[in-house]
């Protein structure tokens, strides 16, 4: 998988069009309606979402390229290898604590993505997190990009395996830009966003 995700796929990220660009300010602006407070921002990719989040919110990324350019942005971003950690963010400074954990478009990268989550909602109980938002492409998305290589979509999520011993359970579901599921079959930049909260 590393070599998936490296200094080429760090441009790849970057060479979006003017468009594209101002496209996906809407979808980073709902993405960020839904956290909370300083939210750790799981596979922050080029930090787009993490610049906008609320003091205190960290970014952690695999790809070193990509964390070199978050750092060189003035965005605090930790390296992180989720296979080496086994997916229990062991590594990430001790004493910070976190409100919200956003996993947006990571899943879909990996071969046990439910797995993967199930240690991820364990490990940011740990960390205080109330609210986890997970965001994965539609069907369509996996044509658009290779490294798609697992299709996560909500039956997947919602899973009892996924959130049980974890301390959170699935709130809500709904599809962006517009909440209808079907759309994600043939519009390549449909996503779904879950949303998990962590039991009082």
């Not at 760090?10 to 909370?36: C, F, G, I, M, N």
């Not at 003035?74 to 229990?88: K, S």
């Not at 658009?144 to 039956?155: E, G, Q, R």
Request: proline content about 4%; aromatic content about 10%.
């Amino acid at each position: 998988m590393s070599g998936s995700f490296d200094a080429q796929y760090t441009e790849y990220q970057l060479r979006r069009s003017w468009l594209r660009r101002q496209v996906r300010r809407a979808y980073l602006a709902s993405a960020a309606r839904r956290l909370r407070g300083p939210t750790l921002d799981f596979g922050c990719g080029v930090g787009e979402l993490l610049a906008r989040l609320p003091s205190g919110s960290l970014g952690v990324e695999y790809n070193p390229a990509t964390v070199s350019f978050c750092r060189a942005q003035g965005l605090d971003v930790v390296a992180y290898d989720g296979f080496a950690d086994d997916w229990a963010l062991s590594t990430l400074p001790a004493q910070r604590r976190f409100t919200s954990m956003v996993i947006s478009h990571v899943l879909e990268h990996l071969e046990q993505p439910a797995d993967v989550l199930a240690r991820l909602l364990t490990a940011a109980a740990r960390l205080g997190v109330e609210r986890v938002l997970v965001i994965v492409p539609g069907a369509a998305g996996y044509r658009i990009d290779s490294t798609h290589v697992t299709f996560v979509d909500l039956s997947m999520l919602n899973q009892p395996q996924v959130t049980e011993s974890t301390g959170f359970s699935l709130q809500d579901a709904s599809w962006f830009p517009i909440s209808w599921s079907c759309l994600g079959n043939w519009f390549p930049h449909h996503e779904l966003q879950v949303l998990y909260r962590r039991k009082s």
